[in-house]
């Protein structure tokens, strides 16, 4: 072998090697572990299990592994990640009640600002304020306004669980139009939706998912989108602010976030990839599918609006005296 063919070789071979540590440096074989302080089968579980793929793709071929962590209202998942080391390869997916919990629970074992790293608020699921039909003979909500303040205290309000957002969402909605209802929780969406239309609680704010389907077979009746936009599978549900009533404005919301001291490096990588991963058309197609609207927002405009929910939650349960032992 001359000189030449040597070189040739030797290049060649330091070629290979570069092209070999760059490929490992593009795939982590470490998973990232994405907690979801939330039961397996529940809205957010659903979302985030939809992007699995597209994300650990847009993470350079990282796998991604989901571990459901439920319990306490989503504090068993939330301690975890503020537990693990911030170094890129834990996040949580977090939703409404995060911002909850501060008001409703004496003792929260993190600070739930100071605790995590905000990434991104990725998007939300809309919600719709439903009533048995049969009980509550209203098309709109100043009819049903009518109704309820004239037999004070006659009415049930439906919630999936006592200081959930579903529960919030309900007395957002019976503030704003100044009834009095006896609140009744369930343990879960599916039992409380099952109780309004058998007409055992006369009405409940619920997902959009969970609820067009038998809205569509008349066994409820919607009476208003309780966020600020229609819902594209509801065009012709008008939304509560549209009938006079502004301060009715929630829905579910969905975010991911890294541990304390994550590296701005790390949240940009991981808020890249999040944005990446929901605007894959397949995962945008599933997202449509399920009436959710993605529109990621930035790490420091997640912090803000983690502030601002923890802030406005605080108001409502003093106002509706919300406990939870």
């Not at 209202?73 to 301690?79: L, M, P, S, V």
């Not at 303040?149 to 139009?177: C, R, Y």
């Not at 919301?253 to 990446?276: C, E, I, N, S, Y």
Request: positive net charge; charged residues 15%; hydrophobic residues 45%.
């Amino acid at each position: 072998m001359n000189t030449i063919q040597r070189r040739t070789v030797f290049a060649l071979a330091a070629a290979a090697l570069m092209g070999a540590g760059t490929a490992h440096a593009q795939t982590p074989s470490t998973p990232l572990r994405v907690i979801l302080p939330l039961g397996a089968g529940s809205g957010v579980d659903v979302i985030v299990r939809s992007a699995q793929v597209a994300l650990s793709k847009a993470l350079g071929g990282q796998p991604v592994v989901i571990e459901n962590l439920p319990g306490a209202g989503g504090i068993t998942g939330t301690q975890a990640l503020v537990k693990a080391a911030p170094d890129g390869n834990t996040v949580a997916f977090i939703s409404n009640n995060h911002a909850v919990n501060p008001s409703v629970f004496k003792n929260l074992p993190y600070d739930s600002l100071a605790d995590i790293t905000p990434i991104s608020v990725v998007g939300g699921s809309p919600f719709v304020l439903v009533v048995n039909p049969a009980k509550v003979p209203a098309n709109n909500a100043k009819d049903m306004q009518a109704l309820i303040k004239g037999k004070p205290g006659q009415f049930n309000m439906a919630s999936s669980g006592n200081g959930t957002i579903i529960h919030l969402a309900g007395e957002m909605f019976v503030d704003a139009l100044d009834m009095q209802v006896q609140h009744v929780p369930y343990k879960g969406m599916g039992p409380m939706m099952t109780d309004i239309i058998s007409g055992q609680v006369e009405f409940g704010a619920a997902a959009v998912a969970a609820a067009q389907g038998h809205i569509a077979s008349g066994r409820l009746k919607a009476i208003g989108v309780m966020g600020k936009q229609r819902v594209a599978s509801l065009p012709d549900v008008p939304t509560i602010a549209e009938q006079g009533f502004p301060d009715v404005d929630v829905a579910g919301w969905f975010a991911m976030v890294g541990p304390k001291g994550l590296p701005a490096a790390q949240v940009k990588r991981l808020h890249d990839a999040v944005v990446t991963a929901y605007n894959d058309p397949e995962v945008k197609a599933a997202m449509a599918k399920q009436n959710n609207v993605i529109d990621p927002t930035t790490p420091e405009a997640a912090g803000a609006f983690f502030k601002s929910e923890q802030a406005r939650y605080a108001r409502l349960v003093a106002k509706a005296n919300i406990k939870i032992d």
